[in-house]
């Protein structure tokens, strides 16, 4: 059974930074794309950032987090990770990550493409 754990979130000043953590459990990560969403009070669910398989490319699909976020991957600790600098409020959201589980997976920008996702982890960016 496939699932993911996010971990890093708390409370920041505007400008602060944070690390998120997405660990899986059940899956190897680094076979399948991996994502993390957003989701911000009284908005829809955003594209933030996806790692994907096999080769390791990235993207960043949320303008506002482009030069300031930054997704990686630990393959030994099967976990991606979103570090996240120069936080402003605007960033605060549940993130969530998100794979689709399967062998070969592409990134995508549409949450109906993953099949699996984690809890979430709150992000408040405030002083």
């Known amino acids: 059974q496939v699932q993911l754990l996010e971990s890093g979130g708390g409370l920041v000043q505007p400008g602060g930074s944070l690390n998120l953590s997405c660990t899986a459990s059940?899956?190897?990560?680094?076979?399948?794309?991996i994502a993390w969403f957003r989701k911000a009070p009284g908005k829809g669910r955003e594209g933030v950032s996806c790692?994907?398989?096999?080769?390791?490319?990235?993207?960043y699909y949320a303008d506002s987090v482009k030069g300031r976020f930054t997704i990686s991957r630990d393959n030994d600790k099967n976990t991606v990770f979103l570090q996240m600098n120069t936080l402003k409020p605007e960033d605060t959201a549940v993130y969530y990550c998100?794979?689709?589980?399967?062998?070969?997976?592409?990134?995508?920008?549409?949450?109906?493409?993953?099949?699996?996702w984690g809890q979430g982890t709150q992000v408040t960016v405030s002083s």
């Open positions: 998100a794979t689709g589980g399967w062998y070969g997976m592409d990134c995508s920008h549409v949450s109906y493409d993953y099949n699996y």
């Open positions: 059940g899956f190897t990560l680094r076979y399948s794309a």
């Open positions: 790692i994907n398989t096999l080769d390791g490319s990235t993207y």
